[in-house]
């Protein structure tokens, strides 16, 4: 039942978000725990072989803590709106909290709360993020004695990708593109803001990296920020804060899932993430935690990178560790499970809802009716897979038809009929090759 707004509901809504707006904007989780260059180049100066020392910025949670405080005593409860405030409160005051133990266990502690670790259950579900690795970890090993040959995939330089994605965005964006740059220095391959998107100079990409970015960081990351900076009557929906980061990156993995750009690595590479964390809660140091990376990739470079994910901001001997990246394979859980049900309930009105800026898919109610009080606006920008739905549609009526049919008799009976079959020799190797895989890729 949607909840009647006077003029003074609107103004205190209105007030409330504007002060967890300001509240949001010293909590920038990555860019205060991110590690300067030097401390790779001293990692490998000393042979892989001692913990990276890291200096981060003290930070005061008192001026946040003070906006939420305000912010709270308009916060009445009752109502699905004065709910999603006071989440978005609870979400920025965790953030505080956590940014002043950076470098303790105490950043543990708020990180798993705000994120979660591998071990907890999931909101209403008994699997937990580790359960969800380990069973996309099966299905690989499953896969792996399928006779494909693997091609080595084209690499293309930082300027080339850039250039492959200033036209998309351009296209998608109009005026409101954000600016592609090519800088020296970045702590990831590629990073994502509302304004620009940035690329390692140094980092090499392949087509599929270069399409991954299109539609993860931009369609997205740039694009629900854009949607979010338009809401001048809930500008927190402009801030992308811990409360909001599993659905968001649910959507980003889902989009690449839904445009085709994901690949069997990048699975593979979320749930090494939850497996690190889960080594790295346990006990496991920096050093551990690098030579699991390496043994997966044989890439130094790459180990370093994944194993910095899981240390920045925490402890590098172990036991407190950054939980972030357990959010990927819970988030894409969750947004697959929603759209599912939105399209099973004729509600794609809730699927344009998702856009609207940055927010959590519990938000929904309340921004639903927000939106028919016309203080939340309707997203300008949204994905192609979205905007034209037809392929969408398509995959969720098959998704929802196999899994209604019993399956295993007719697996059993194929399985039988394949061991009768020769197996034919596949072309050489070659880029041309439609059953060529890549291999991992940085990133």
């Known amino acids: 039942m949607a909840t009647f707004l006077d003029a003074s509901d609107r103004d205190r809504i209105t007030a409330v978000a504007t002060l967890l707006h ?50 709270r005593r308009d916060i009445f409860g009752g ?12 979400a920025l005051e965790t953030g505080a909290r956590m940014l002043a133990g950076i470098g303790t266990a105490v950043f543990f502690e708020h990180s798993r709360r705000a994120y979660g670790e591998p071990t907890t259950p999931m909101r209403f579900d008994t699997e937990t993020p580790l359960d969800l690795a380990r069973q996309i970890q099966t299905v690989i090993q499953q896969l792996d004695h399928i006779n494909l040959d693997i091609a080595p995939p084209e690499f293309h330089a930082a300027e080339v990708v850039a250039r492959q994605i200033e036209t998309a965005v351009g296209q998608h964006f109009g005026d409101s593109a954000p600016e592609i740059q090519v800088v020296e220095t970045l ?6 803001s509302a304004s620009r998107i940035r690329l390692r100079q140094a980092a090499r990409f392949t087509d599929r990296d270069a399409a991954q970015l299109i539609h993860h960081e931009a369609y997205i990351h740039v694009g629900t920020a854009l949607n979010g900076q338009a809401q001048t009557a809930l500008p927190i929906l402009a801030a992308g804060h811990p409360g909001t980061t599993r659905t968001q990156e649910g959507l980003a993995v889902f989009a690449e899932i839904i445009s085709g750009t994901i690949e069997l690595n990048r699975f593979q590479r979320l749930a090494d993430r939850v497996f690190a964390i889960q080594m790295a809660v346990e ?23 994944s194993a910095r994910r899981v240390f920045r901001g925490g402890v590098m001997t172990g036991g407190a560790p950054f939980t972030k990246d ?11 499970t929603a759209i599912r ?7 794609a009105d809730c699927l344009l809802l998702l856009f609207c800026g940055k927010l959590d898919i519990y938000d929904l109610p309340a921004l639903a009716e927000l939106t028919a009080a016309g203080l ?5 920008f949204v994905p192609p897979w979205v905007s034209d739905p037809r392929y969408l549609l398509a995959l969720l009526t098959y998704s929802t038809f196999m899994n209604q049919i ?6 059993a009976t194929v399985k039988k009929l394949l061991e009768h079959t020769p197996i034919v020799e596949l072309p050489a190797r070659s880029n041309g090759n439609p059953w060529a895989v890549s291999p991992p890729s940085q990133g």
């Open 22 to 71: 300001r509240a949001a904007r010293p909590v920038k989780i990555l860019r205060a725990i991110a590690w300067p260059d030097q401390v790779k180049a001293d990692f490998f100066a000393q042979g892989a072989s001692a913990l990276p020392q890291v200096e981060y910025p003290a930070f005061d949670p008192q001026p946040v803590l003070d906006l939420v405080h305000a912010a």
């Open 79 to 90: 109502t699905a709106i004065d709910t999603w405030l006071e989440r978005q409160a609870s």
């Open 187 to 192: 702590s990831a391959n590629a990073l994502a």
């Open 283 to 305: 006990g496991a140091d920096f050093l551990q935690v690098y030579q699991y990376f390496l043994e997966r990739t044989d890439q130094p470079d790459q180990a370093f990178e």
């Open 326 to 336: 357990v959010v990927y394979l819970y988030g894409l859980l969750q947004v697959s």
């Open 341 to 347: 049900a939105m399209f099973s309930a004729g509600r």
């Open 376 to 380: 939340c606006e309707l997203p300008r």
């Open 406 to 411: 019993e399956s295993e008799r007719a697996l």
